[in-house]
Every structure is written in structure tokens, then in C-alpha cells.
């Protein structure tokens, strides 16, 4: 061997030692929890094999058989901690992604009390609009499927600050999409609405009724769902959109309810608003628009329990198709208007609630109420729960008996 071999064999050694040592260094940087990142935090069921070097996979980085591991993005929020509560309670997997932005760090240390064993629920602290840090959850999360119910979900917000609406809600989307092609997620339940139809001049609303969107929030949601189809196209993914009509109720054991921040009142959805002025935190009611053409001037809309709400999700997600893309309406197919859902109020609330009628809101419709028949001939859902003054009733024992949310307890009334 001469010379001029001997050089090129060391070269060749040394390449192969070093790339080895990258290797190495790659599989353990993959391997890091996300609690590392900067702006990240998680809580929950991390496990770590004390005895060797290298970290075990813990349990949210494997797919268990039988165990469907959802990841629930806005699960501290309303809807999507509801939503845990029922996916714990049916032996799955939770890891709830939330950037607290709107939801409450007190409906998850509800549900950790409740499921307190390693490897059923996950806390992740992020924010959906950084790629970055939601590629590395998912390459840290063996996920079998995404219900993405994050998003600011205020319609009239929505006309006062649009930006946001198609940050938050169409580009995080796409965001949350592109991390699931990424890892080989193939099962996705979207939380769309009956905002994306506009003011058809038709009603019932079936899912073909054209989406004519009014407002920002709708056409974010429309933008977002329109993604979706088109990426599905070419995809193998099972997705489920559901468009929820207006939701009301609480989990009737007292666990979880709806408690939005006090800023966000004023946006406020109508049993938040009615709550309020039942407690004495307002002087009273504003119904906004009382010359709509409707039979008593207010507007209409279709109430569902988010009880019956999340079973449509259970068994969207029990029912999503590899290839398809299914659309369903979730709604009772009856409307009430704003007047008779202030009725109920009262009776639900024992409270004379002053009611002060003013100009309409911006961005508003008149009359909105579904056709449910297509989720219940497929997926053999039907509105079980809804019971406008029963739903109010049980949301109501929650908000009293948390005077401050999730907060500590207050002196209000
Ligand atoms: N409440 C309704 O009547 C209704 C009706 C139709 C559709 N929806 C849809 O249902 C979903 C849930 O609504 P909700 O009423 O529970 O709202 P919510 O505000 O209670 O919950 C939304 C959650 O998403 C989180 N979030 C927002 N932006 C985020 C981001 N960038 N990264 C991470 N987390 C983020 C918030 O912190 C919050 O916890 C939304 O997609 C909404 O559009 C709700």
C-alpha cells in the first residue's frame, strides 16, 4: 500500500466516524422530550428508562393496538375539552395541543385529576401558527388521528379583526395538515360551521346548500375546509368535516363548562351573555336586531348540546373513510329564536332577566337551522341531549358554582 492509498483509506475511515457520530447525534436530538423547546411545555406521562442513556420511547411515541391516540388541538377550550372528557372516558389517548389563548389551563388540570395514569393524557403548551414547534410534536407523538377544534371562533370579532381570523383558523389549518402529511396521520375530524353557508335563502340547510359565507369567520372556515378537499384529493387521508350550529350545555356531572375570558364578553355567544345578566355581572340582555324576518323578529338559530355534539365526533372518528372526505351537518334541525332562547333562560336561570333591544350586529343572519338527516342516516346520529331549557339548566349549575371559570371562586351571585 502506498502512500497516497494509506491517506485516501484515513480520509475514508474519518468520513465514516464522523458521519456515524452525526447519525448518532440526529437519533438523539429526535429523541429529545418537546419540553426542551424553547416556548414549550409539556405535562403529563413522559416515561424515561432511567437505566440506559438513551430515553425509551414513552408512551405517546408509540401507536398502541386498540388505542386510538387523538391528538385534540384546543382542547382547553370549551368544545375541545368536552371532547377529551368523552375520548378518556372511551379508553383513548389524549394529547390536547392549546396556546391557552382562549381556553382555560383549568378545564385540563380537570381532566389530568380525572385520568391521572401515565400515558392517557398529554398537556402540550404551543401555538398551531409555528410550524416548527407543531412538526416537532408530531415527530415526537405517535398520533392515530387529529380533531382540530383550535381556532378563535367569534363572528363578530371576526368583521372588526380578519387577519386574524384567516391566520388562526385557515393558515394554522394548514399548518396542522401539512404536519399530518408529514407523519403519517391519516384520520382527520375538522370543526367547521354553519357560519361557511352564509344566509342561505333556503332552509333547512343541507350540506349541498351552496357556502356563501358573510362574515370573515366563515369564509376563514370555508378557506380552510376548501384545503382540506383539495389536499384530499391526492391523499389517503380519512377526513370528517363537521359544521356545528350554535352550541350550547355543559357535561351534566359538573366536571366542565363554558368559561370564556371576560374580555371577550362583549363578541360573547347568547347563553354566555344570558348567564351574565342572570349572575348580576351585567345590568341585563342585549339582543342585537329585532327586524329580521323572522316571526318575532329575532334572529333564528339551531341550539345543540355539547354532549350530542361530541358523540357526532366519536363516531365521526369511528366512521372516517381512507380516500373520503364526509361532510356532515350537526344540528337539531329546529330553530329557536333569540326570544324564546331568552325564556328558557330564565326559567333555566330562576332569573328576571332585563332584556335591552338594540340596532343589529354586523355580520349577522337572520335565520340558520340544519338538515340533519344525512349524519343520521350515515352515521346514525341524533340529537339526543338537546333540550333548550335542560341544556341551559346544566350549564347554568356549572357557571354558578364557578363563579370566576376555572378560576378561584368569586363573590358573584
Ligand atoms: N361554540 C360554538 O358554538 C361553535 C359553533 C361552530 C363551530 N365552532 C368551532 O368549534 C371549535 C371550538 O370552539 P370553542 O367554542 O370550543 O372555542 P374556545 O375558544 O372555547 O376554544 C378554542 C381553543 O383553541 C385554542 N386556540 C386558539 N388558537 C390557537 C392556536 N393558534 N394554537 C393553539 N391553540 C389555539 C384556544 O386557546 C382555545 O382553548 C372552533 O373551531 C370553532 O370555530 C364552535
Known amino acids: 500500500m502506498d502512500v497516497f492509498d494509506m491517506k485516501q483509506r484515513s480520509i475514508l475511515v474519518g468520513t465514516v466516524l464522523v458521519a456515524s457520530a452525526l447519525t448518532i447525534f440526529g437519533i438523539l436530538m429526535l429523541r429529545q422530550p418537546t419540553l426542551n423547546s424553547p416556548g414549550l411545555s409539556t405535562s403529563g406521562n413522559r416515561e424515561h428508562n432511567s437505566n440506559s442513556s438513551l430515553p425509551t420511547l414513552s408512551r405517546q411515541e408509540q401507536h398502541e393496538s386498540g388505542v386510538t391516540h387523538v391528538l385534540v388541538t ?24 392549546d396556546n391557552l389563548s382562549r381556553g382555560n389551563i383549568g378545564a385540563v388540570k380537570v381532566l389530568e385529576k380525572l385520568f391521572p395514569k401515565p400515558g392517557r393524557l398529554q398537556f402540550i403548551y404551543a401555538d398551531l401558527g409555528d410550524p416548527r414547534a407543531v412538526n416537532k410534536i408530531f415527530a415526537e407523538n405517535a398520533f392515530d388521528a387529529v380533531i382540530h377544534f383550535a381556532a378563535v371562533a367569534y363572528v363578530g370579532e371576526s368583521t372588526l379583526d380578519p387577519l386574524r381570523y384567516y391566520h388562526n383558523i385557515t393558515s394554522n389549518t394548514l399548518v396542522v395538515l401539512e404536519a399530518m402529511a408529514s407523519h403519517g396521520v391519516k ?69 366542565l363548562g363554558e368559561a370564556p375570558r371576560p374580555e371577550l364578553r362583549e363578541h360573547g355567544r347568547i347563553s354566555g351573555a344570558c348567564f351574565d345578566a342572570a349572575s348580576g355581572i351585567t345590568t341585563g340582555l342585549k339582543v342585537r336586531g ?124
Open 74 to 97: 384546543g382542547g382547553a377550550g370549551y368544545i375541545g375539552s368536552h371532547a377529551a372528557l368523552r375520548l378518556l372516558n372511551d379508553s383513548h389517548r389524549v394529547t390536547i395541543l
Open 187 to 255: 384520520r382527520l375530524i375538522y370543526s367547521s360551521t354553519c357560519a361557511t353557508y352564509g344566509e342561505p335563502k333556503k332552509m333547512p340547510i343541507t350540506e349541498d346548500t351552496p357556502q356563501l359565507p358573510i362574515n370573515p369567520y366563515g369564509k376563514a372556515k370555508k378557506m380552510a375546509e376548501d384545503i382540506i378537499r383539495d389536499f384530499s384529493k391526492n391523499s389517503d387521508m380519512a377526513v370528517v368535516i363537521l359544521r356545528y350550529f350554535n352550541v350550547i350545555g355543559s357535561d351534566p356531572e359538573g366536571r
Open 290 to 413: 329585532t327586524d329580521y324576518n323572522t316571526p318575532d323578529g329575532t334572529c333564528i338559530r339551531d341550539y345543540i348540546d355539547v354532549n350530542d355534539l361530541i358523540d357526532a365526533h366519536v363516531k365521526a372518528l369511528a366512521n372516517a373513510e381512507s380516500r373520503q372526505v364526509k361532510t356532515y351537518n350537526v344540528g337539531t334541525g329546529r330553530g329557536k329564536s333569540v326570544k324564546e332562547f331568552v325564556e328558557a333562560c330564565k326559567i333555566a336561570t330562576g332569573a328576571d332577566i332585563k332584556v335591552k333591544y338594540l340596532d343589529r350586529r354586523p355580520g349577522d343572519y337572520a335565520e340558520v337551522y340544519s338538515d340533519p338527516s344525512k349524519i343520521r342516516q350515515e352515521l346514525n346520529w341524533t340529537a339526543q341531549y338537546t333540550d333548550l331549557q335542560e341544556s341551559l339548566k346544566i350549564a347554568w349549575r356549572w357557571r354558578k358554582s364557578h363563579t370566576n371559570g376555572y378560576g378561584p371562586p368569586t363573590d358573584e351571585h
